[in-house]
């Protein structure tokens, strides 16, 4: 994704990645399903919800439109705060 949005951008093609947070699969579903379970895997994600499919869709369609034309290159993770915790990027300080 990094090499490509570069090679790519002159033609006006973005390159972006969505990185999903955990959602309902035949593999989340029984952990969903135990009350316990699912707490317990919750109290992990600073938001506190299960992933929506419309989480997904609705960023997808942004980054399909004219607003976003100046994003590229970029991996947005859309997991509720789930990997912040152990992210290694540095805050941001300068133009923030």
Not at 58 to 66: H, I, Q
Request: hydrophobic share 40%; net charge negative.
């Amino acid at each position: 994704m990094v090499i490509a949005a570069p090679e790519v951008a002159g033609d006006g093609i973005a390159v972006n990645c969505i990185s999903s947070g955990p959602f309902a699969t035949e593999m989340t579903v029984p952990l969903m399903q135990d009350p316990e379970l699912s707490r317990q895997f919750l109290s992990k994600i600073p938001l506190g919800r299960w992933r929506q499919h419309g989480d997904i869709g609705e960023l997808a369609l942004y980054l399909c439109s004219e607003q976003a034309d100046f994003i590229t290159g970029t991996d947005i993770v859309i997991d509720g705060g789930w990997t912040a915790p152990h992210s290694n990027l540095t805050r941001c300080t300068t133009f923030c």
